[in-house]
T-cell receptor, first 116, second 114 residues
Framework: EPEVTQTPSHQVTQMGQEVILRCVPI?????FYWYRQILGQKVEFLVS????????KSEIFDDQFSVERPDGSNFTLKIRSTKLEDSAMYFC??????????????FGPGTRLTVL | GQQLNQSPQSMFIQEGEDVSMNCTSS?????WLWYKQDPGEGPVLLIA?????ELTSNGRLTAQFGITRKDSFLNISASIPSDVGIYFC??????????????FGKGTKLSVKP
């Protein structure tokens, strides 16, 4: 069964450093998302991406964040200058194009980001 | 912004018991989704609901989309140890220019005693 994959599973970085989190969405999906989950808290929406552009972003997704689909399979989240409060699990999700599959978002296993 | 109130926060039950949890919102949603998350993993989609009043089953799981479109519940019948995890409701709107990102509840942590 197709699934969303993410790399790395765990990233440790120093405050102020740039990180890039990578995702490979399900191959025939057209909508891509990033969410984050601070330890012990709920999942929070960051950004959605469709047709090679951001379609929606939350207030969390400030100028330090950017997303890119550099080729036909990868979808990346870049944090330009990490802060301690960026430490969280970051989940990539994707959904399809037909009405039903558009609503059903499938999540990857996550990247745990630790900022020291 | 929109918020989902999910209850209970946690449940500790005996194997074989039925479980019920729910989500409520002050806003209406067009879609309700229920996910399960195991420790250190991503949320796994269990059930998706699209119409007010809809009742959908997936094995021992049953979920309903409330008539008012502001609530949903999830039932698990005859719980087993592998049901342990955190269950999240998520609502999806599609109004005010929103493309329909998911808004998650805070989760219900389920523990099952063999």
């Amino acid at each position: 069964e197709p699934e969303v994959t993410q790399t790395p599973s765990h990233q440790v970085t120093q405050m102020g450093q740039e990180v890039i989190l990578r995702c490979v969405p399900i191959s025939n999906h057209l909508y891509f998302y990033w969410y984050r989950q601070i330890l012990g808290q709920k999942v929070e929406f960051l950004v959605s991406f469709y047709n090679n552009e951001i379609s929606e972003k939350s207030e969390i997704f400030d100028d330090q964040f950017s997303v890119e689909r550099p080729d036909g399979s990868n979808f990346t989240l870049k944090i330009r200058s990490t802060k301690l409060e960026d430490s969280a699990m970051y989940f990539c999700a994707s959904s399809g194009s037909a009405r039903v599959s558009y609503n059903e978002q499938f999540f990857g296993p996550g990247t745990r980001l630790t900022v020291l | 912004g929109q918020q989902l109130n999910q209850s209970p926060q946690s449940m500790f039950i005996q194997e074989g018991e039925d479980v019920s949890m729910n989500c409520t919102s002050s806003s209406i949603f067009n879609t309700w989704l229920w996910y399960k998350q195991d420790p250190g993993e991503g949320p796994v989609l269990l059930i998706a609901l699209y119409k007010a009043g809809e009742l959908t089953s997936n094995g021992r799981l049953t979920a309903q989309f409330g008539i008012t479109r502001k609530d949903s519940f999830l039932n698990i019948s005859a719980s087993i140890p592998s049901d342990v995890g955190i269950y999240f409701c998520a609502g999806r709107g599609n109004y005010g220019g929103s493309q329909g990102n998911l808004i998650f509840g805070k989760g219900t942590k389920l523990s099952v005693k063999p």
